[in-house]
Nanobody, 125 residues
Framework: QVQLVESGGGLVQAGGSLRLSCAASGSIASRNVMGWYRQAPGKQRELVATITSGGSTNYADSVKGRFTISRDNAKNTVYLQMNSLKPEDTAVYYC???????????????????WGQGTQVTVSS
């Protein structure tokens, strides 16, 4: 069983910084996309940032220039460095790992879409 465990959330003042971490336990295909999503009260879950195993990144416009996503493939861990935090960033942040699956040589890899339990980030004004 694969589990994603987030850490690093908490309460911070506006303008401050937090660093979120997400570690995937168990066996997981190395070619995947890992990312962070967030959900504020009364809002839909939205993309924050993603990063492929090759290092390609994608950011929501609202966090560009403030957040940085990175990963350690050897550790199956993804990070989100959040700087210049705003009250609007307050949300539950969820880690995600996705793979389209398919054949890798002789081996068939099942697609997957795993979610972490979420970690609360609260930014006070």
């Amino acid at each position: 069983q694969v589990q994603l465990v987030e850490s690093g959330g908490g309460l911070v003042q506006a303008g401050g910084s937090l660093r979120l971490s997400c570690a995937a336990s168990g066996s997981i295909a190395s070619r995947n996309v890992m990312g962070w999503y967030r959900q504020a009260p009364g809002k839909q879950r939205e993309l924050v940032a993603t990063i492929t195993s090759g290092g390609s990144t994608n950011y929501a416009d609202s966090v560009k220039g403030r957040f940085t996503i990175s990963r350690d493939n050897a550790k199956n861990t993804v990070y989100l460095q959040m700087n210049s935090l705003k009250p609007e960033d307050t949300a539950v942040y969820y880690c995600n790992a996705q793979s389209s699956g398919g054949y890798s040589g002789t081996y068939y890899l099942k697609p997957y879409n795993y979610w972490g339990q979420g970690t609360q980030v609260t930014v006070s004004s």
